[in-house]
């Protein structure tokens, strides 16, 4: 069994509605602001965000580790790209 993460609309934090059984063509919108865009390219927008989020997730710990035991400088250059329209809650 795989969960289904709930993908939401970015702006609004609202799950985006689509057919029950949505075909990669298929339409998911955010049913507030109409942000919205095909299940293939929803899918392919989220995995960029997940993908960002666990090199955050990373590098923010790696940084916090360096911290509390060496003085040496960890330059923290880490840029979140942002700019995603769909999200979804990974509770890092
Ligand atoms: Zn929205």
Same mark, same amino acid.
């Given at each position: 069994m795989t969960e289904q993460k709930q993908v939401l609309c =970015? /702006? *609004?934090k609202c799950a985006l509605q689509g @057919? =029950? +059984? @949505? &075909?990669?063509s298929d339409m998911l919108v955010c @049913?507030? *602001?109409? +942000?919205g865009d095909t299940v293939d390219v929803v899918n392919a927008e989220v995995g960029n965000y997940i993908q960002e989020q666990m090199s955050q997730a990373i590098h923010k710990a790696f940084t916090n580790g360096i911290g509390t035991t060496r003085s040496f400088k960890v330059? /923290?250059?880490? &840029?979140p790209k942002g700019g995603h329209r769909f999200i979804v809650d990974l509770a890092l």
């Open positions: =970015a /702006s *609004c @057919p =029950a +059984n @949505p &075909q990669l @049913p507030i *602001c109409g +942000n330059t /923290s250059d880490f &840029q």
